[in-house]
């Protein structure tokens, strides 16, 4: 496959995506908003559109990468938040939807991006089969693989991202480094709660991976195979800024600060396995926590 058309490519991942996929001879084509931003991020051989009307009548990607969605993490979850996320998420996968049912030439492969937040909180360990447990994460993550499903139905193999805590120079990550280098860091609520991460480098190798496995279809965890506890991670974040990490944020105030977000996203956690990639062959370059954590601190 060689022609790709990404969503979200100026964003964390996408712009990790880009770099790597340019190095591999795929032809990219970037839907964004805001073209000049993206232009700064990303190499300059991708082709940058605002609009679905600027492709070709015969252009046709055989893959497209939907990772759009305006981020859970960045304040408390008002209604007209939720609906934005709602609208950058569905509403965005059923107009890509919409646009190339009506194409001659169907897009091969789509992979759309969802989260683990799929699967609610959990304290035992969960893969692509378990059942999920209720809540707002959860509904706006079916939602958006049912709206991505569709594509099933003008021939397209479609897989969903269930994506864990991304680990690199941006992200979850740049968020906690600062207290964690003043040693003001430390676990959140309990500590028990789980923390399914992976590294950037994985999180772009798990996307080629499923480009290039043709038996690779539906959910798909990109995590590492190794999840830790809330409080085990910040031990190894600690140990890999050599600051201690032992000061804990109390549980209600993670949920007077951040009400329902923190909640859900802070307060509980899942501990996701990669059954999938696993059982594909796909071979992780960091799946220990502590190589993850100390190669991105030293970069």
Same mark, same amino acid.
């Given at each position: 496959?060689?022609?790709?058309?990404?969503?979200?490519?100026?964003?964390?991942?996408?712009?990790?995506?880009?770099?790597?996929?340019?190095?591999?001879?795929?032809?990219?084509?970037?839907?964004?908003?805001?073209?000049?931003?993206?232009?700064?991020?990303?190499?300059?051989?991708?082709?940058?559109?605002?609009?679905?009307s600027e492709l070709d009548a015969d252009y046709a990607p055989e893959v497209i990468l939907n990772l759009a969605g305006e981020p859970l993490a960045d304040?408390?979850?008002?209604?007209?938040?939720?609906?934005?996320?709602?609208?950058?998420?569905?509403?965005?996968?059923?107009?890509?939807?919409?646009?190339?049912?009506?194409?001659?030439?169907?897009?091969?492969l789509v992979i759309s991006g969802s989260a683990i937040g799929y699967y609610g909180p959990s304290d035992v360990p969960v893969d692509e089969y378990s059942?999920?447990?209720?809540?707002?994460?959860?509904?706006?993550?079916?939602?958006?693989?049912? =709206?991505?499903?569709?594509?099933?139905?003008?021939?397209?193999?479609?897989?969903?991202?269930?994506?864990?805590?991304?680990?690199?120079?941006?992200?979850?990550?740049?968020?906690?480094?600062?207290?964690?280098?003043?040693?003001?860091?430390?676990?959140?609520?309990?500590?028990?709660?789980?923390?399914?991460?992976?590294?950037?480098?994985?999180?772009?190798?798990?996307?080629?991976?499923?480009?290039?496995?043709?038996?690779? =279809?539906?959910?798909?965890?990109?995590?590492?195979?190794?999840?830790?506890?809330?409080?085990?991670?910040?031990?190894?974040?600690?140990?890999?800024?050599?600051?201690?990490?032992?000061?804990?944020?109390?549980?209600?105030?993670?949920?007077?600060?951040?009400?329902?977000?923190?909640?859900?996203?802070?307060?509980?956690?899942?501990?996701?396995?990669?059954?999938?990639?696993?059982? =594909?062959?796909?071979?992780?370059?960091?799946?220990?926590?502590?190589?993850?954590?100390?190669?991105?601190?030293?970069?």
């Open positions: 496959m060689s022609s790709i058309l990404i969503t979200g490519g100026s964003g964390f991942i996408g712009r990790h995506f880009c770099r790597q996929a340019e190095q591999l001879g795929y032809q990219l084509c970037v839907l964004t908003r805001k073209p000049e931003a993206a232009a700064a991020r990303l190499p300059t051989s991708v082709r940058l559109i605002q609009g679905l304040g408390r979850w008002t209604q007209r938040r939720k609906q934005r996320f709602y609208d950058s998420r569905i509403n965005l996968t059923d107009r890509l939807y919409e646009f190339f049912a009506e194409r001659k030439r169907k897009p091969a059942n999920a447990v209720n809540g707002f994460s959860h509904q706006l993550c079916k939602t958006w693989e049912q =709206s991505a499903k569709r594509f099933e139905a003008i021939g397209s193999r479609v897989c969903y991202l269930r994506t864990g805590i991304v680990l690199g120079e941006e992200g979850a990550l740049a968020r906690m480094l600062p207290p964690f280098k003043l040693a003001l860091g430390g676990p959140i609520g309990t500590g028990k709660q789980g923390m399914s991460w992976i590294h950037i480098e994985d999180m772009v190798g798990a996307i080629l991976h499923c480009i290039n496995t043709p038996e690779i =279809s539906g959910p798909v965890n990109a995590t590492a195979p190794n999840p830790v506890s809330n409080a085990e991670f910040s031990v190894s974040l600690g140990a890999a800024l050599e600051r201690p990490a032992v000061l804990p944020m109390p549980g209600f105030m993670v949920k007077l600060l951040f009400g329902e977000m923190g909640e859900e996203l802070l307060l509980q956690g899942q501990f996701v396995l990669p059954k999938k990639l696993l059982a =594909s062959d796909y071979l992780f370059q960091y799946s220990d926590l502590e190589k993850a954590l100390q190669q991105i601190v030293a970069a």
